[in-house]
């Protein structure tokens, strides 16, 4: 019973034991997902969705010019597939899921990096940065998500914190927030300045300068387009009354809830930086992240808000001026919703396109974005520098828009599983230290293939019989010791006398001696000496010979 | 299931795949890709083993060493082919293929048969079932097999060998009170006439006597005289201590051969055989006659298999009130490691029994698997001489069986002790 009881609480430990190693490899596996996956957010920022917070706008038109559209739903270390990015644009609207830090190439001080920048992994981020470098055009439009990693990587960091600024959107409420592009930045304080252009674009301080932009080429080529189709790239720049391209280069840009980027100097490895837009000298950085203005004379001086202007809106290049037009660009905005569909199309907003269930969109207010975007688009994909031939303004077969989907949470399981998925693939398959991984992964593979695989037995009967042996050993050495010899040969002679045990025992020793007759067997019976081996041999053999004759 | 190949072909495929991917290779990508697919398209060419299978055994009781015949017939009844099978009829490990196979491979057509002949020879008793049948199916290339199994079985038994001891009683000094169905002179179930009566409400058929009938005119039955046999106990040892030897040779096999031999013999005389089998408990078959007998010694016989330790005593205490007066007790047992055989011979022989001890010398039999140092062995051979010398002081019948000696002549050496 007892046996049963402890070989039952065995049972029932090891089943406890069991559980409970599963329970916790489950609760691990729960937590690296849960790092990386999560249903409940909202999507948004998609260029796959048509919600008024999503891109898809930017992309349908983009597309009707003719240019290719992508999405990259596993890593941005595909780029470094692209032999040639000069006319390729990447899109990264809103960073909302970190990386997994998985083990990879260091920059510098290691030579296997195990903790990863926010957002993008190190090999993510070279791989950007080498696209850029190789001539393609990034833009980045975040506030408070996961971009830090990159802009890092570029000398650039974000403040983290809400902009609130004077000139806000008065149709709508402070949420929205206008951003005006200056030629420079002392000109804020200046503000018969205000309005002058993108500097770059618009060609030094001159406004009658030519620009560098290619639609301000174009522009300036005074030729004449019969349709807004044949402008190709520059279409939204086309006045259907002169037929010819009228290049603007004012641009007010609506922000919904920005950030702004540190005022600090620029430190990275490109060679020009330019903080192009700005927030107004009425704006105010909520750096004790209360949602409210604190000015200085509220509050004391380490919890008050800073007061813009601050820089919204950073160009940076691999060229010393970004004149090249094949070199790459980096646009950062500090607003991850600068070209959703709302303020995108917003006559198609206003006119209810993107109203949803209980939520009507009205007065979004006439804005440059979609200026902005497409003339950014217009910048990355006419690189012909001909700007006669009508057309070099279309857009090439080459070229190319990437929407970063990768960092964007899904709300379906199956989705984000298979983004994990193909991120891994890609990692294994892209990142140094992944494919050392793979390499290593697959020679174990071979291995426990080699190793555990074996082909079903061939069938062949085998006779075995196991000729099992089965003896007592130990008694042996017994059997050899004087005094079980002699018991052996005084039971002999009583049973060959037929006497009983009480007969023999009661006999006298004289008539026993009389029995054996043997004399040395009767010296082996009576004296009580140790003999060798040699002479318990002879007595052995004088036994077995006894009373035979 | 996977063989090796396809395991290695799969992975191989895949980690060109992988390979391609990394050195932007496509040709390595579509290389692995086939590999890969080519696994694929395989998994899904299938065969299959519905098939009818048949054994039939040339006999399913036969003796030790014995040949057994066996024929497998397999019919696909389905209307496609089976593709490769391998057919294969699981056989105990303790029967010997003599002839033939037991494997095949076919491919079988809708509806078409084939045969598997060959027998097998049975050098171990016991009770065995031949299959289930085995099927495997391999595709083509050997990349997926597939297992699969026929529930059909065939038991049998096989009985311990059977030798004639008629002359060795005749010749030897056994007392010779075994003498058989004796008539005597009263009605009752035999075999020589006794007298006629006439037909009462009950009586066979078979006995009636038509020419009485005929003449009298009245029914008329025959009456047998009533036949006297002798009732003869045979005790087996089957004791884990009964194992000594080899698996061929040991004091049990060699006591399952007297003790089948003597049921033979007397059974044949048409004595009543009563068998105990003691091991770790004791199995009996009461006394009886005939074939029905003969065959269910037999049966237990070839089951026996040594375990326990029961001593003799316990036995015939226990079987005591059973054992007919004067009846004759046959003990075979190696008389090893059980200090109460004297007390349970004397009881016997006190009690009136003849009693025969038909004792295999076990310590001969460990010499067949170990080395007893000499002077070892014969102090214990001394010893064991004692033990039975003292038997045969009680009254017994003692027989020393060397492993190397017939069981007739074995027999025939009770003169010896």
């Not at chain 1, 489950?26 to 690296?32: E, I, R, W």
């Not at chain 2, 593709?83 to 056989?91: K, R």
């Not at chain 2, 009245?218 to 046999?229: G, I, S, T």
Request: some cysteine.
């Amino acid at each position: 019973m007892l046996i049963l009881v402890r070989k039952g609480f065995r049972k029932y430990q090891r089943r406890v034991l069991i559980s409970s190693f599963y329970i916790a490899l489950l609760f691990l596996v729960f937590l690296l997902l849960s790092t990386y996956v999560n249903l409940g957010n909202t999507k948004q920022l998609s260029a796959y969705d048509n919600d008024w917070d999503d891109i898809s706008e930017f992309r349908k038109e983009i597309s009707d010019l003719g240019i290719s559209t992508k999405s990259l739903v596993s890593s941005p270390l595909l780029l470094n597939e692209i032999e040639n990015p000069t006319n390729s644009t990447f899109v990264i609207s809103g960073v909302e899921k970190d990386t997994f830090s998985l083990p990879s190439i260091g920059s510098d001080s290691s030579f296997i990096s195990f903790s990863e920048p926010e957002g993008y992994s190190t090999s993510e981020i070279s791989a950007i940065t080498s696209f850029v470098e190789r001539g393609g055009t990034v833009i980045v439009l975040d506030d408070f998500g996961y971009s830090s990693g990159i802009a890092d990587a570029v000398g650039i960091s974000y403040s983290n914190h809400r902009l609130y600024d004077d000139e806000y959107a008065v149709e709508l409420d402070y949420n929205y927030v206008w951003m005006n592009i200056s030629q420079n930045h002392t000109d804020w304080e200046d503000s018969e300045e205000f309005h002058i252009g993108h500097s770059r674009w618009h060609q030094g301080t001159d406004p009658t300068g030519t620009g560098m932009h290619p639609c301000s080429r174009w522009s300036e080529s005074d030729i004449t387009f019969a349709t807004k189709e044949e402008a190709g790239l520059c279409g939204h720049h086309y006045n259907s009354t002169s037929k010819k391209i009228e290049y603007d280069y004012d641009y007010n840009l609506l922000l919904n809830a920005p950030s702004a980027f540190e005022s600090i100097e620029f430190s990275g490895t490109f060679s020009y930086y330019e903080a192009v837009g700005r927030s107004s000298p009425q704006s105010y950085l909520d750096l004790n992240n209360d949602g409210k203005i604190t000015l200085e004379t509220e509050t004391a001086q380490s919890e008050a808000d800073a007061q813009g202007p601050f820089d919204v809106y950073i160009e940076t290049c691999d060229s010393s001026d970004c004149a090249d037009s094949s070199g790459g660009r980096i646009y950062f905005i500090s607003d991850g919703s600068a070209l959703i569909n709302a303020i995108y199309s917003f006559d198609s907003a206003n006119s209810g396109d993107f109203d949803e269930d209980g939520k009507s969109i009205t007065n979004i207010p006439s804005n440059d974005n979609r200026k902005w975007a497409l003339d950014v688009i217009a910048e990355s994909a006419l690189t012909a520098n001909n700007f006669t031939n009508k057309d070099a303004i279309m857009a090439s077969s080459d070229a190319m828009v990437i929407f970063d989907e990768s960092r964007h949470s899904q709300n379906v399981l199956f989705t984000d599983a298979y983004n994990l998925v193909y991120f891994l693939l890609v990692y294994l398959t892209g990142d140094g230290i992944g494919m050392l991984l793979l390499f290593i992964l697959l020679f174990l593979a071979f291995e426990a293939v080699l190793i555990k695989k074996t082909d079903p037995e061939p069938w062949r009967h085998i006779f075995n019989i196991i000729y099992y042996g089965f003896g007592d050993a130990k008694r042996y050495g017994y059997y050899t010791r004087t005094n079980k010899i002699k018991q052996v040969f005084l039971s002999r002679v009583r049973n060959l006398n037929a006497l009983s045990r009480e007969e023999f025992d009661r006999m006298p020793a004289q008539e026993l001696q009389d029995l054996i007759k043997d004399p040395v067997l009767v010296k082996f019976v009576f004296e009580n000496k140790k003999y060798d081996l040699e002479q318990t041999v002879a007595i052995v053999k004088r036994i077995k010979a006894w009373q035979k004759g | 299931m996977w063989t090796r190949k396809a395991a290695f072909s799969i992975t191989g495929g895949i980690s060109l795949v992988l390979i391609g991917m990394m050195i932007s290779n496509f040709q390595l990508m579509v290389i692995g890709l086939t590999f890969v697919a080519f696994t694929v398209l395989n998994g899904w060419i299938k065969g299959h083993g519905n098939v009818e299978v048949q054994r039939i055994l040339s006999a399913d009781n036969l003796y030790k060493g014995d040949d057994l015949f066996v024929e497998l017939r397999i019919t696909n009844r389905s209307m496609r082919r089976t593709q490769q099978l391998e057919i294969y009829d699981n056989v105990p490990h303790e029967m010997k293929l003599r002839s033939g196979l037991n494997y095949m491979r076919v491919n079988l057509g809708p509806g078409q048969s084939t045969r598997i002949r060959y027998s097998l020879r049975c050098p171990l008793r016991g009770h065995y079932s031949i299959g289930p049948i085995s099927i495997r199916f391999r595709n083509t290339f050997n990349l997926f097999a597939q297992e699969m199994f026929v529930s059909h079985h065939s038991d049998l038994i096989v009985f311990p060998q059977v030798r004639d001891v008629e002359e060795a009683f005749i010749r030897s000094r056994t007392p010779k009170m075994y003498t058989g169905a004796s008539t005597l002179r009263t009605p009752g179930p035999g075999s020589e006439f006794y007298s006629l009566r006439e037909y009462v409400t009950g009586d066979p058929f078979k006995n009636i006597n038509w020419k009485a009938f005929a003449r009298t005119g009245d029914l008329m039955v025959n009456e047998k005289c009533r036949d006297a046999v002798t009732d003869l106990f045979i005790i087996l040892d089957s004791r884990d201590i009964s194992r000594i030897g080899t698996v061929l040779k040991n004091p049990l096999e060699m006591g399952a051969v007297a003790a089948a031999s003597l049921a033979s013999f007397f059974i044949q005389r048409r004595d009543s055989v009563a068998l105990a089998i003691y091991d770790d408990g004791v199995s009996y078959l009461p006394a009886d006659t005939g074939d029905k007998q003969y065959f269910k010694i037999l049966s237990s016989l070839a089951g026996v298999v040594p375990k326990g330790s029961m001593p003799l005593q316990a036995v015939t205490n226990s079987l005591s009130p059973r054992f007919s007066r004067g009846s004759p007790v046959f003990i075979i047992s190696s008389i090893e490691g059980d200090g109460t055989v004297p007390n349970a011979v004397r009881d016997l022989v006190g009690r009136g029994h003849e009693v025969t001890i038909l004792s295999p010398s076990s310590l001969d039999f460990e010499r067949l698997v170990s080395r007893i140092p000499r002077m070892s062995y014969e102090v214990l051979k001394i010893e064991r001489q004692n033990r039975l010398t003292g038997l045969a002081g009680f009254g017994a019948s003692v027989i020393d069986w060397m492993p190397d000696v017939e069981l007739s002549q074995a027999l025939l050496q009770v003169k010896d002790i």
